[in-house]
């Protein structure tokens, strides 16, 4: 961001979610955020962003034309899923070319003798080995000569590639021969992923895996975020008051992207490393839920982020959000600092089939937002969407405040059609609203165990946290996913269909920087480490800088990579000076219930997370009515199907309820972004924030 940004106050802010139903959008004008959203467009997400920025331009002064947006997206992910990248080349050191096939040999189904590993995203031919070799402690023992420079790159020209990764053994402890090799190719003209830059870290294996995603999809990213681009800076005649800037530093609009660990980066870094936005859009989701349980007062929440397509959980604690530098997506090693985030196939558009075996499945194939689901009307496919349809969870049978009517009949349809399958397969009548439940029971208990997983399964006790619903989906299942793992209490805060973008406008801009060590974690290590840490500092400092971001409104986040020597893989600990050896102890004791205080404590890497502070948007709080809650009038009342039951729920217009509120149960919540349903025996009231609480 440049000093010309910050200075401007009266600039629109804008927060994009590309979802696989819906793209998201929240911005803020003066103290008023705003948000709607637009059908996806997976074809050509940017076809949906420009609409979506079209209509907030349209509604503007032109004066306020300068947008500051931040875009949380599935590009890469999407192209890693589909296997949809480069065609790309990977250059390692003479001998290792298949390390990124081979792997650490674990089986993916361990019972399964037939089990067939994903191909690698470089195939063989593509692989090309140069005769160098830097031993582990610096030492070159091959040096790299201009003749295997030279036949490297003639190899290359002959090999059709559109992307190159470059990942040579023990490069982070010298990096020069990969330097020259970048130097070499520099005339190629394509986009070059080098592995001491990208991640220099020890284990070539995750290294290698790495640099190759973040060169396969470097082409495609870097193609959308410039076509982006242009059409924010460029193509002013689209827009109100359209005139072309006359210079780039007058350009009318600034982008950033959200990475996945949770902070953001400017266009220009996302193109270069495609890598770090994978879980761009989940991350958005939990940085969103983190600042509303801030503003609540909450330390303790699991989020539950149900969308259209997937359900994507974490847990955060009083340390806040977790990071993992040991991701499996799309059955590929991603070892970039990411959101400790799980996520399963169950979304809104989840079909729901009979299988061959008789059992009711429900996903993970989505209906996205092309054909959608049955009740969009382009399609007959049954869905979790067309269940809650089924079972009148949509009191007027529309989204988005009644601009987006839903087709009940031909939601109907494809229940009916769901349930004459289950007939067949149980040899007893089914009826739709039977289907229905049976759909919603299948998914619900889906989520159930990802919950468990990243809660129970880790050592922790739901009943010590908060349950943070949101997506358009999350409050249709929330309550009953709280008492299934005996949450106590679940929290909606406003507007959490569109959470995830209003996370992404919240989030600092953040620079991760590794270093490999390899030091024991004895008293005269200080000194060592400190060298490391300032020198990091240093480069990130200037860097954030660069992007407008002053030493005031910097912060340097300084923590560790340790393990017992002889261990395979590491804990990051916090604490970086004083008795980091009885720290780790601590932290294997809370992780693994037990700690080997005799065993040496080995520190293999050092971590800096740089933040750029951003302005957070300013909302008014409200004021909780005095004395006493006051019983909210409800705004109509339904017949609705609940726990296979016919039962009359209250509804309540979410933008009719003031703070104090008190809500009626059982009862239906509507609002633009998402619907709720809160069962009897629930306890809801709005607090001063307007956010909705169910103690369960």
Do not use: W
Request: net charge positive; hydrophobic share 40%.
């Amino acid at each position: 961001m440049s000093n010309h940004r910050q200075k401007k106050l009266n600039s629109i802010r804008v927060g994009v979610d590309t979802g696989g139903t819906f793209t998201d959008f929240v911005y803020q004008v003066k103290d008023e955020l705003r948000i709607f959203k637009v059908a996806s467009t997976p074809d050509d997400p940017a076809r949906a962003i420009t609409e979506g920025l079209k209509q907030i331009a349209a509604g503007s002064d032109a004066k306020l034309l300068d947008f500051e947006i931040v875009h949380g997206t599935t590009v890469g992910t999407n192209a890693l899923l589909q296997r949809k990248g480069a065609r790309t080349a990977l250059i390692t050191t003479a001998g290792f070319e298949d390390v990124i096939e081979i792997g650490r040999q674990a089986r993916p189904e361990l019972y399964n003798l037939n089990a067939i590993k994903p191909p690698p995203l470089v195939p063989s031919e593509l692989r090309f080995g140069v005769k160098e070799r830097v031993a582990a402690n610096g030492e070159v023992l091959e040096s790299l000569s201009d003749i295997s420079i030279n036949e490297l790159a003639a190899r290359l020209r002959d090999s059709g590639c559109e992307s190159i990764a470059v990942s040579l053994l023990f490069s982070f402890v010298d990096p020069r021969h990969e330097m020259a090799i970048a130097r070499a190719l520099e005339s190629f003209g394509m986009p070059l992923s080098i592995s001491h830059q990208v991640l220099p870290e020890y284990r070539e294996y995750e290294r290698t895996a790495t640099v190759c995603v973040n060169a396969y999809l470097q082409p495609l990213m870097g193609s959308y975020l410039t076509k982006l681009s242009e059409l924010f800076s460029d193509d002013r005649a689209s827009l109100p008051g359209g005139q072309r800037p006359k210079s780039k530093a007058q350009s009318p609009s600034f982008l950033r992207v959200m990475q996945s660990s949770g902070g953001s980066i400017s266009a220009e870094a996302a193109a270069q490393e495609p890598v770090r936005t994978i879980l761009s859009g989940p991350a958005g989701g939990v940085v969103g839920a983190l600042h509303a349980a801030r503003v609540a007062g909450i330390a303790n929440i699991i989020t539950f982020d149900m969308g259209g397509t997937s359900t994507d959980v974490a847990l955060c604690d009083r340390e806040g959000m977790r990071l993992t530098n040991e991701s499996i997506v799309a059955g590929v090693p991603v070892a970039v600092p990411m959101m400790d985030i799980h996520t399963v196939g169950a979304g809104g558009g989840s079909i729901a089939r009979v299988d061959e075996g008789g059992s009711l499945r429900v996903g993970p194939e989505s209906a996205g937002a092309d054909p959608g689901p049955a009740s969009y009307g382009r399609s007959l496919l049954p869905t979790v969407t067309d269940a809650h349809v089924v079972l009148r969870h949509f009191p007027g049978t529309a989204l988005l405040g009644g601009e987006f009517k839903l087709d009940a009949a031909r939601a109907r349809a494809a229940l009916e059609s769901l349930a004459r399958g289950m007939s067949r397969a149980s040899g007893r009548k089914v009826s739709s609203v039977e289907a229905a439940r049976g759909v919603l029971d299948v998914v619900t208990t889906n989520m159930e165990r990802a919950l468990r997983h990243i809660s129970v399964e880790r050592g922790h006790d739901p009943r010590e946290f908060n349950l943070i619903p949101f997506g358009g989906a999350g409050g249709l299942h929330a309550v009953e996913l709280a008492r299934a793992l005996r949450i106590p209490r679940v929290l909606l805060p406003p507007s959490p269909g569109a959470l995830s973008a209003l996370g992404v406008l919240t989030a600092d801009v953040v620079k991760e920087q590794t270093r490999t060590v390899m030091i024991e974690a004895s008293a005269g290590v200080q000194h060592e480490l400190e060298k490391v840490f300032r020198e990091m500092e240093k480069q990130a400092s200037a860097t954030l800088r660069r992007e407008g971001f002053p030493t005031s409104k910097q912060r340097h986040e300084r923590s560790l990579a340790a393990r017992y020597k002889g261990q395979s893989f590491e804990l990051q600990i916090k604490q970086t000076s004083g008795n980091i050896a009885a720290a780790f102890h601590r932290a294997h004791l809370a992780r693994y219930g037990y700690a080997q205080e005799k065993n040496v404590v080995e520190i293999v890497s050092a971590r800096l997370r740089s933040i750029g502070v951003v302005r957070s948007p300013r909302v008014s709080k409200g004021a909780v009515l005095p004395h006493r809650q006051a019983s909210a009038k409800p705004h109509d009342s339904a017949d609705i199907y609940f726990e296979g039951k016919r039962i009359r729920a209250a509804v309540y217009r979410r933008e009719e309820l003031r703070p104090g509120s008190r809500l009626r149960v059982p009862c239906v919540v509507t609002e633009y972004s998402a619907t709720t349903i809160i069962p009897k025996d629930a306890r809801a009231v709005l607090d001063g924030h307007l956010n909705l609480i169910i103690d369960v």
